[in-house]
């Protein structure tokens, strides 16, 4: 693959430490990620995935480095811009529990001026993207499922349709069952829409669903980038080869 251009990257981090305290949390860290391609950050818990997505939107700042957004330097006084044209779902989904589902969908659009009308418009169409019944847009979130709850997580981060989306786990907490058939809505989606995604898992089944880009964590620093037979063709090192192993394939029928 040819270099790329920074000015082909919706996001990029030089360099970047951010230490809470004694732990490095992302320890010189620098990643190129490109517009119209879903990237996945992977690795345990801990290991500094969901701190390298807040720094991308200035929820953290780097002690060190720098991070870039459509080649730019990200400053404070550009953040309400960069923060709409960026969707993110936190790794809990952050539904507000006292307001309906309308109305959690409804937040940031009514802030930057939206009609009442314009914002049901926009919530009934992502609710036939999302396949999300639109009966329940007069819901609270303790009142849908997991999976529903989900999915309004995501309706709420397309509202203003920004060409990037970045997702914290959005599947983590779901069963087997609804978590298959949303991976493979949300990856059918994710091309539709031909937005730049970067989702952070800890599955690497997931992460390889998703993209031929994966980069795995470990203490903060990046050990590998690459695609899944690039884990297993060539491990960058033995955390790679444990990495693989710990994710077990199912037994064979019992004898
Ligand atoms: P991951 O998303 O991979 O589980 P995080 O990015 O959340 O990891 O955290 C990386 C490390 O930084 C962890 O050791 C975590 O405890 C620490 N950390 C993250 N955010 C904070 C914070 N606001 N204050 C103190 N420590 C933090
Ligand atoms: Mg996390």
């Not at 790329?4 to 919706?10: F, G, K």
């Not at 700042?61 to 960069?82: I, M, N, T, Y």
């Amino acid at each position: 693959m040819p270099a790329l251009r920074e000015s082909d990257a919706a996001f990029a981090l030089e360099g970047v430490t951010r230490a809470f305290g004694e732990v490095r949390a992302v320890d010189n860290v620098s990643l190129t990620f490109a517009r119209g391609r879903t990237s996945i950050l992977i690795g345990s818990s801990g290991s500094g995935k969901s701190t390298v997505l807040r720094l991308l939107l200035g929820l953290e700042w780097p002690d060190a480095g720098v991070v870039l957004c459509d080649g730019d330097r990200l400053r404070r006084d550009a953040l309400p811009e960069v923060r709409r044209r960026v969707g993110y779902v936190i790794q809990d989904g952050g539904l507000f529990p006292h307001l309906s589902v309308l109305a959690n969908l409804a937040l940031l659009p009514r802030h930057l001026g939206w009609h009442a009308a314009r914002v049901r418009e926009r919530a009934s169409e992502l609710s036939e993207l999302t396949h999300l019944h639109a009966n329940l847009l007069t819901r609270f979130p303790a009142e849908l499922s997991g999976g529903q709850r989900q999915r309004v997580a995501l309706m709420r981060a397309l509202m203003l349709d920004p060409p990037t989306l970045l997702l914290d786990e959005p599947l983590g907490a779901l069963d087997p069952l609804v978590r298959h058939g949303l991976q493979d809505e949300l990856r059918e989606i994710f091309g539709r829409l031909g937005k730049t995604v970067i989702m952070v898992t800890h599955d690497l089944a997931e992460a390889a669903f998703f993209s031929r880009r994966l980069i795995l964590m470990r203490r903060g620093r990046v050990v590998q980038d690459g695609s899944l037979d690039d884990f297993r063709i060539a491990p960058a090192d033995a955390f790679v080869r444990e990495f693989l192993a710990a994710h077990r394939s199912l037994p064979g029928a019992a004898t």
